[in-house]
């Protein structure tokens, strides 16, 4: 009898699982909704960064790392002036994108990036800014956050951007326990209605911006004071009656 010969089946790779998340800390979920409330009442859901497409909010997006969107807002009408589609950008020289952003640090990756993400842009969506987050990770230099961004504001798709004041405040409010950005933003988005996550998120790095300030947290003209667990103007016992 002859051998059976051995045909090679394919093994379908495992899907990847996603980290498993960490617990919420308790009362998590009413002091995320009591936050969105209050923050509603104070903040316009926007972006300090100056834009007048979904082009020119990645472009500028990408140009706010390390940075503040005051120092982006300055060079990005001669940068936008000069390079206002992909195409411009995909093609410029180096040189002078570099002398043009030069004020926002990082000035040489930066370029590099911008004018990559340019280029990929119109080889892979013919100069069209994709409005789903698959598809916009699929650029050079563009992470989860600066995706949620431009969803949020760009298309009206809500997403829950997690930068450095988001993670912070989150953790400070005590809506979540987690330094992770990924898992900060699955854990909010479970607790906040979807219609919520953008004005939130942009909400929260105002908030992070002018009152929760990093070194001084301006805790006694805080609207969250009464429910916050880090306020530093109640008392201990007051913060462990806060809701929950
Ligand atoms: S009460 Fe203080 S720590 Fe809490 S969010 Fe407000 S400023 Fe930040």
Redesign the pocket.
Known sequence: MPAKIATSRRIKPKPKRKPALPRAPRGARIRAQLTVERLRELYPAVTELTHQDAFQLLIATILSAQTTDRSVNLITPKLFGLYPTPLDLAGADPAKVQAIIKPTGFFRSKTERIISASRKLIELFGGVVPGNIDDLVKLPGIGRKTANVILGVGFNVPGFAVDTHVKR?TN??GLVKTRDPEKIERLVTKMVPREEWTGLSLRLIL??RR???ARR???E?????DF???????SKQMRKVSPG
């Open positions: 405040l400070l409010l908030h992070g009152v929760c300030i947290p301006r805790c003209e805080c609207l969250l004071n916050c667990p880090s306020s530093r103007t109640r």
